[in-house]
Each structure stands twice: as C-alpha cells, then as structure tokens.
C-alpha cells in the first residue's frame, strides 16, 4: 500500500495559511494537566484497563488498606468483601468491610477522594500501599463509569458515632467534594467500609477476585476474609495463625540510596544546625565515627551549618558518602514470609507435588531501599509434565495476577538455565515441566513498573536476589530430580531382572540338566549378583 | 528457615503502648504527594532506572519534542545531538537543537519545569509526546543527579532576540524556578536548544543512542539527524525526502468512547444550549439525524439544556449512544507510515534477507481512539537461522527499546501460532528462524504501560488488529517458505536424475548393446520422463 503524501514542500507557505502552528498558536494550547485528568485518560496506568480487571484491582486497592491499617493498630485482620450485582455483567457495587481502627473524620474526603494522598509515601517502610493513589483512583474509575461517588462507613472506637460519607473528585482540580455526611446505625467496635459502584465483569478462573482472594490468605495466614461472590455464593479463608508478622519499624533513609538532588533538599529541610549532627539525624547507620569521616573524606568541617553547604560542597558529599564504609541498612523494616510458611503455602496451593523446597535470601538493597527475596518451588507428583512451568508472583505479600511479562520475577526464571537442574526449557521461555515457582520480594518500597503495581521493575540488585534464590532452589530439585532418574532406572533394571531370570533358569535347567532345586539356587545366587552390580 | 515470629496476641495491649497506631496517629501522617515528589521516587516510571537508560530517555523526550514542534510548523526538521563527556561514564551535558518554531517566552518555564504540562494532552491527534511530562522529567532527573537547571536557548523568528533560560523544578510544589533569563546571540533563524547535565553512562550496541536515532531516522525519511558522540565521533542521518508526513487533523471525542462519567462533565462544561446541538457540536460523526436517533432513542428531548440533564438521564443518553449506529471516527487525524515505505526501512535495517512484506490495516478504535496497525516482515537470506526471530517496534513513529516483555506487539508475535508458516516455535516463545518483524502502532492516543512509552498496554482492539496484521504477512511467508522448499525438494531430485542417468544409459548399452548414438536418445527421452514427473 502506498504512504499517505504530503503535499511537496515549496507550498509550505499555503499550508501555513491553512493552519499548521507557530511558536505563538502553540503557546496558547499549553495548559496544565490534573492528575485526576491523566490518570483519567491514562487508567491502564492504575489497573482499569477492561471491565474485569477493574473489579479486581478496586477490591484489591480496598483490601490492601484494610490489611495495612488492621497490622498498624495490631488487630488480627477480619475483612468483608462482598460484590452485589447491580445490573450482570455491567455493573457492580462493591463492599469491602474491616474490623480496622476506622479513620478520622477530616482524612475521609481526601483519602478517597484525591489521587496522591497518603501516610505511606513518606515513610520507609514495608507496606502494601505505597503512593496515595490505589484507593481513589477506584472511586474515580466508579464515578467515571456509573456517576456515583464513594460511600465510606467509618467508626474510630466503640464510644464514638459511626459516620458515613458521600465522596466524589473533581477531576479538573483533584479534589474531594462531599456530597452527603451523617451519622449512622453501624453494630461495629471499629472499623471501615467503602462501597463502590463501578461498571465491571464478574468471571471466575485464573486472574479472577477469587484466585486473588485464595492467593491473599495463603500470603497473610493472620487474615480471615469472608467473601460473598455476586451469585450469593459465600467462602470464608479463615485464619491459621492469630500472630501477626512481626511489625515493622520505620527507617531513616541510608546514605548510599542518596543522590545529589536529594541531598541539596535534605541540607535545606533539616532541624539539625551542624553537619555531623545532620549526618547522624537524618540517615540510618551513620553514628559519630562515620559522621567524621564523612567529613573528612568531603574536605568539610563537622561543624559547618546544613543551609550553608554549596552544591560542589554537596557533591564532595556525595563522593566522600561513596568512598565511606557504611552498615547495611537495618532489615527490621522489612517481614518475609519465611521459607517454612512460604512452603506450607505453597504446599495448600499445589498439594500434589512430589518435592517442595524453598530459599529465603538475606536482604539486600537497592538505591538505599532495603529489600529481601524468598523461593519456593514445588515439582513432580500430579503437576503436569508437559505445561510450562506456573508461576505464582507476591509484592509485599500481595499476590500479583497480572503483566507477568513486564515483570522481573517472570525474566529472572526465563533467564534461569533449567536445563542445569534436569528440566527442559525453550530459548526465551519458561521452562516446561511439573513445575511451580513461588516469589516474593519485600520492600519498603517496592519498584512496580507503573501505578497499578502488577510487575516488580527492572532493578540488577533485585534480579540478582532472584537469580540466587531460584539457584539455590534448582540445585536442590537436580538433587531430587537425578535421584528420581537414577531410582527410575534401577527399578527399571530390576523389572528385566525378574522378567528374564525365571527364563535362564529354564535354559540352565534344560541344558544342564539341572534338579529343581540346583535350578533355584542358581536363579537365587544370579539374582543376588545381579541386584548387587544393579547397587553399584 | 523459621518465619520472624511476632508476639502472641494478648500481649497486644502493651505493643500498641509501644507504638502500634491508632486512627488518630494515623491522620497525623496522610500527606498530600507532589506529582514531583512521586515521580522523584518512581523514576523507574519514566525510563530513569538505571544511568544508560536515563542519557537515552533524556535524549529521546527532547528529540521527540523537537520533532513534534517542526512537523507542527510545517518545518522539515533538522536536529541536532550533542553528548559531552563531563566525567567519563558518570556525568554528560546532552544537547538538543532543533530548527523549530521556537517557544514563546512565557512558555518556556513550565514545560521545562513543571511535570504534567503540555499542549498534546487534551488534543485528539497523533503525536509523539502526549502527556505533559518527558522533557520536564529528563530536566528533573538532571536536576537530581547533578543540581544543575536545564539550561533552553529559544527563538521564535529571525527579527526576534534569543533568550536563554535556566529552569530547576521545586519538587515539593511542582513548579518551575527560573534562576537565569538573558538574550544571548545565537546565529539560527528560530529553533530550541535545550541542555541537561546528568548523571548517565554511555554504551554503544543494543538499546543504545545510536541504534534509537538511526531507527528513528528510518520511521522518519523526512529528519536529518546530525549526531556527535561522547568520544567526538560525529554521524549523520540525512533525510531521504523532504515531504512532511500528511498533516493530522485533530479529532472530537467519538460518542462509543465516551463513558458516563467523562459525559456528565462534558454535558455541564459545553457551550451548546440544546442536547441535540451539543451532541453535533462537542462529538465526531454526529450529524442532525443521528443526533435525533440518540435523543428519541434515551426518551430525551432534543431541546433539553445540556445543563439541566440529570444523572441517570446522561445514563440512558450512553446507553441510546450504544444502540445507534454511528460511523467510525476520521481517519485522517493519523498517518501511519505506509506499507511501501514500511518495506524500504525494513530493508535498510535489515538488508540481506531473502524475503519482504507488509501489511497495512484500516484504521480501528479502542476507547473511542482511532488507531492503525502495520507490520512488516524479513525472512531468510543472511539472517541467523538458530535465533529467536528480531522485533523492531514502533508507536506513533518513536522507536520502543526497552520493556518487549511488557508490550502488546512482542506479546502478539508471541501467540501467533508460526508453526502455521513453516517456522519453529517453542511455547511461550518468540519463533526460531531468518525473521525479523518489524510492527507500528500510530494512534491519537497510544496507551502505554508506564509513564516512560516503552511498552504499549493489552488493549483487544489493538490486539486484533496486530494478529490480523502478522497473520496476514504470515500467510505471505508460507507461500515463500512453501515455494522454497518445493524448490528444493526439485533441485535435490534434478541433481539425483542428473549424477546417475548417465550411468543407467550406460548399464542400458551394456545390457541391451546399444549404439553410443541409442544410448545418448534414450537418456535423453529418460530425462525428458523424469523431468515432467518432477514438475507435477
């Protein structure tokens, strides 16, 4: 087919005349962009790409606060999800319900109803939301599609009134507008409920709210959810354990992970009035002795004001930060899961496999970010032999179903040479065989490829925690899988063995001529030879 | 290894004495999050992850603009890239010119310095910057690496002075600081020149500048590319023609894109004092009678005030618009790049391949946007056999080098069945054998998969069209790869026939006593026998 032509240039001057632009009419379309308007536009961004998808990613955006704020107050998570068919296959109204510490009457509005607000982008610390925008965008995604704006139940202690709030955004602006606010009836201690209607398709199988709801309580063994599916089929993941992970503690951030620009802001921001005291405040690991030879290292005195530090003077910095020997970063703000949890999860996910093993990394870190990997595989027994191997990917305990493509737990298995622990495996693919992979990487900030948090970005520190934990797992399965070769073969000796050795008896017998019982010796005294040499 | 244990549960009382939060505490930490701040800390999002990907992403959003700015005026565009070594393979001044239309003074701020700010967001047109970020971002990076401003030199016309201006960003608010603004002597007529100075490393090979520029050169006959590299070494792409691609109209929404939410809002922001008026003012391919289809088809009356609409009102209007039947949007607000011309680049790229095709497809729409697909294919010749097949992609004439795993086009390939086209493919894997794909996708509004346009996300729509399309050049390549084969198997016969029919004319003479002259008639005729056979 032909190219489209553009007229030949010498009438530029006449399509000027008709409209192409200059500096001054491009000027006057330049405007401002909300982001309430972007991610509007942009909803594949935030996990709203398609109908299904979207009731997925809303319960998860609810359910993933809901978890967060019941193991901040301490409370062993009991959550509600319920989808109510508003019209099939079109359009549902979603219910999500905790036993949680509830929230405070002036945050409502701006948590449901602002993208970018939250508690969490702040702080370094493991969490399941991280940017302030998951739970809002839903509200913005119902209200897109339905016109009907978020209505949030919420009580703070059983003295207080529980309140329910009508909250919508106004995407030009993005800001909350409460349309409704009054006390209610709730027989709740405390907690909070969101309900959203949003347009959606309910379908059950891989990727559905089921399959994340299971993936869910196998990741948090603390959590009971009841879950009510638009058919009125209820199904309750009840509790194993009424521990809670251990809590975390929040870090300061470490000064490997601190680049230029970030440091001029720091000196700027900071209460501290000297250098080494803004030094030891504000970054994790650096106590006097470090502190002084950071100095010393950047040609600066320890006593030198923050404010007054100039931009060569902050890349000296920088450079001395380098050249400094500095402890890792604590790892108390960051829980896995734990080999021997994250193998009796997998075991509940795939119970008929015939070898499970597991590889808990030691954290590690990323531009300053502390992180830690885990592994767990299961092969053989009942899983198919000639499937690609499946793989199961979690974030921060929550399991992530979609873009298994764009993530780095998916490129470091393809990336893995399965032919070495005895599996077959294509050039760019997963490898085929009864197998199943289980990952989990725990951060205090997890690096997704975009906002609706459904791949793990491409970070070499992270890639290699993967790599050694999916190794340490593959030598274990060779172990099990030559093992099972070499059985495999001896029974497979055997059975000629018995087969054939009534057969020579016969022959010895027949030319021999040989008496029964001189005939059952030698068959004995054959078969113990053979079943020794078989031994060795 | 054994999980963390937390303390059992009764000792909950005291944990929350020792920190664990209540829904007070909790309120004291929500934030509002500066668009800066998190982009600051996603940068990942925006192609920042790593320093060889950060001096490639810096320079793209600068060309990308540059040539946005050129083809808008009507200008065949001449750019320029300059990467300066400041410290080797840790910081680089890059620098962009173009002979653009300039940008005006008031202008130049806030695109430079400030994220979320542009003219291309709220058209309907293709384009190759569309959200209002890039540039803005590649300055922040800069900022955060090195603390240095960008640094935009600008005209807008030979009689006009040039302005240099130095723009940092204030993270925290989003918002550009001008530290520098003076006239300076610059010997252009008009154009931009921007300077960015960043933490970066420079690399030669795949995912490289120069392999981006060269395949930019190539989705673009129309740009001359002049290229100096860190080691001084200085490359031109010259322009092949100088005739603009077709000029892009802009586009109104298209009614089957609109959603409630979107309509509602539109309804209380248009000018037009009628319903029936607003549908045919504010959407494309709505004239008066399917205006008055929609109206009688939602119970509404033509002369309804758009303003007076209530919501469950605007409802039946989305659903009447679903029930009429309305013409696709015009096509002319994209231009893909054409079969023909699709063709040539993919043999400059690829040269030594035996076999070429493309395939064009009518334009289609996703969401309301109209799109169109192209695809072309190498096979044979000088291409590696035993490799994965090569894919180039391509949205709205933008090289994609990073993140195939994430994108549509690499995922369409993946599950076209090849085998279908006599070539190998393991499962979950890109075919083996001589073939190179090359694909483009042009559209008013490509949905990537993150903030950085490396990928383009799974939209059906744009699926179909891709798979089509493959399948299409597919059903070429079969024929080729048929042909080829017959034509060997026929080659491989005609050399049987011609090593042993001498030998059998000389066993006949032998056995039947011929003469040399019977002999040499009778291989003859033999020859002639088998030869027909051959060609049935």
Redesign the interface.
Known sequence: ?????????KK?AK??AT??????S??K???????S??F???R??LGF??PRKALLTAIKEAVDNSLD?CE?????PDVRVELVVVKKDQRYRLVVEDNG????R??VP??FG?L????K???LKQSRGQ??IGISAAGMYG?????KPVVITSR??PRRPALEFHVSID?AKNRPEVSKEREVEWDVR?GTRVEIEL?GRYQRGKQSIDEYLRQTSIANPHVTIRYVAPDGESLTFERVT??????TTEIKPHPYGV????L??MLKDTGARTLSAFLKQDFSRVGPKVAKEICANAGLTEKARPSRIA?QE??NLIAAIRDTKIMAPPADCI???????LEASLKQQVPDAAFYTSS?RSPAVYRGNPFQVEVAIAYGGELQADD?ARVFRFANRVPLLY?P??CLI??SIVGTDWKNYGLQQ?????P?GPLVVLAHVASV?V?????SKE?I????EIQKELKLAIQECGRRLRIFVNRRKREADAAKKKSYIEQYIPHIGQALQDILDLSDRSRDQAVTKLRDILERSRKM
Chains 1, 2 share one sequence.
């Open positions: 087919m032909a190219r489209k032509k553009a007229p030949p240039l530029t399509r000027k409209g192409r632009a200059t500096a001054e491009m000027a379309r330049q405007r401002e962009i909300s982001v308007e972007f509007t536009k942009n594949h961004l790409d398609n704020a901040e107050a301490g409370i062993p510490p509830g929230i405070v002036a945050q701006k948590i602002q970018l607000y939250g508690s982008f702040h702080s940017q302030g209200q897109l599609t339905t016109g703070t202690g995407t405390h347009e009424k521990e809670l992970p251990a809590e680049e230029l620009g970030l001029i802001k931009r902050a890349d829980v896995p899961i734990g080999g021997e949890l808990t690609l873009q493509g764009a998916t490129r294509a050039r760019g693919a997963l085929t900030w690096p997704f490829t975009s906002e791949a970005a491409d970070y070499p």
